[in-house]
């Protein structure tokens, strides 16, 4: 007599507890849209939703690009140091050190991109019931990598329409719970820089805080704004992560390739991290980051003048439109123009942009609820497509009247 299986067990999830927040990324929403309606109707869509340079006009200098093929052919392709080239880090701390923030080669790690930094620095720094300061609006992965480590997101409504913290209300939000405060300058999504830093470190100093300090557009300020770290304030060196990346700065975005700054165990602790995720970051990568850490940086002065030339252009069409005002940002390449005077809110705003006139735009509320009523505009572009785009928006606030 055959014996009967017993069973199945009760049926239940692979997937671990840790992934139910899981949600594609809303900030990248528009773009999966936008790529649908390409591919399904064959629409010519107007791409200001990407947080990339679009162009030829926009592409590494030179002498990056013939480094890394140079190491290529040279047969740099094997696995390197975990926590970066020594020579790389070494220029990284130059850097650092230039900011105000004295650092040493032992203080650096190189990441695979800014995204990788902040991941391995909220993963090693969060612990369950820990609590983190984030701002609002601000940028959502970091959200993601706090709740995954067991953290609660605690939100900094930023004050228009420079996005300030308030001081008084961020004091009133830290506790013997607060581990960590994040802080992006020039800031994501709106561009603006983040001011009062000598205060805000006597605040994370009183409270026993860490600080996150995302910088990734640090050398994307245009004049007379300027860049400072919080990094560089009294007492704020080992008490900083100050976090960066070769994406922005030099037009390498696709080479994923960023750094952090941060005391020696910290950095230890997240080379530990890193060695048993990424193990390292690729040699020829890092030697085309190396070149365009020491050498010309009048690529980065151009590229900077250009965009200025653009983020003026955008700001002053889109403040041309009924409903619609735009502050200049202080650094980035996005705009955060508010758009509450069409009388849409950011989702409403993006979908009729994007489904009516085939223009990607981000909703504001991707990055938080303080977001409605904007949406994230980026001009990394060329201007016949900023035209374009543009004019497809003048069209749909117009015919809104």
């Known amino acids: 007599m055959t014996t009967p299986y017993p069973p199945p067990p009760t049926t239940r999830s692979p997937l671990s ?3 139910r927040h899981f949600v594609l990324p809303r900030q990248w929403a528009s773009m999966r849209r936008a790529e649908q309606l390409e591919r399904e109707t064959g629409t010519r869509v107007i791409h200001l939703e990407k947080g990339d340079f679009q162009g030829e006009e926009f592409r590494p200098a030179p002498h990056i690009l013939d480094a890394c093929a140079r190491a290529v052919h040279d047969g740099h392709v094997r696995y ?21 923030r004295p650092t040493a080669r032992e203080e650096v790690l190189v990441t695979m991109g800014a995204k990788h930094a902040l991941t391995q ?12 300061i984030f701002p609002n609006p601000g940028y959502p ?3 993601f990598w706090i709740t995954y480590a067991g953290g609660r997101v605690v939100y900094a409504p930023l004050v228009e329409p420079d996005f300030h913290f308030d001081l008084d209300h961020l004091a009133r939000l830290m506790n013997t719970r607060t581990k960590v405060l994040i802080i992006n300058s020039p800031q994501r999504p709106n561009g603006m820089t983040v001011d009062r830093l000598a205060e805000i470190g006597e605040l994370c100093r009183r409270h026993d805080v860490m600080v996150i300090s995302d910088e990734i557009f640090s050398h994307m300020v245009y004049p007379p704004a300027r860049h400072h770290t919080i990094a560089a304030v009294d007492g704020m060196a080992d008490r900083t992560l100050l976090v960066d990346t070769f994406s922005k700065s030099y037009i390498m975005t696709g080479f994923r390739i960023g750094w952090c700054v941060a005391n020696r165990d910290l950095i230890t602790a997240m080379d530990i991290f890193q060695q048993n995720s990424v193990t390292n970051v690729p040699a020829f990568v890092q030697m085309a980051a190396l070149a365009a850490l020491t050498g010309p940086q009048d690529h980065v002065i151009a590229t900077r003048d250009r965009l200025r030339v653009k983020r003026d252009r955008m700001v002053a069409s889109l403040n041309a439109l009924p409903g619609v005002t735009c ?33 990607g735009v981000v909703a504001g509320t991707a990055f938080g609820d303080r977001g409605e009523g904007h949406v994230r505009i980026t001009y990394a572009a060329p201007d016949e497509i900023l035209d374009e785009g543009l004019s497809r928006i003048r069209q749909a606030v117009e015919n809104l009247g």
Do not use: C, H, K, W
């Not at 390197?80 to 105000?100: C, H, M, N, S």
């Not at 508010?338 to 085939?358: N, P």
């Open 17 to 19: 507890s840790r992934t």
């Open 80 to 100: 390197v140091p975990g926590p970066g080239l020594p020579e790389l880090r070494d220029a990284i701390a130059a850097e650092a050190t230039r900011r105000g």
């Open 121 to 132: 620095s909220l993963l090693t720094l969060v612990d369950n019931g820990d609590e983190a």
């Open 141 to 143: 992965p970091d959200e």
């Open 327 to 359: 502050p200049a940002p202080d650094g980035s390449f996005y705009v955060f123009p508010d758009i509450r005077g069409t009388g849409l809110t950011a989702q409403q705003f993006t979908d009729l942009l994007i489904d009516r006139y085939a223009v």
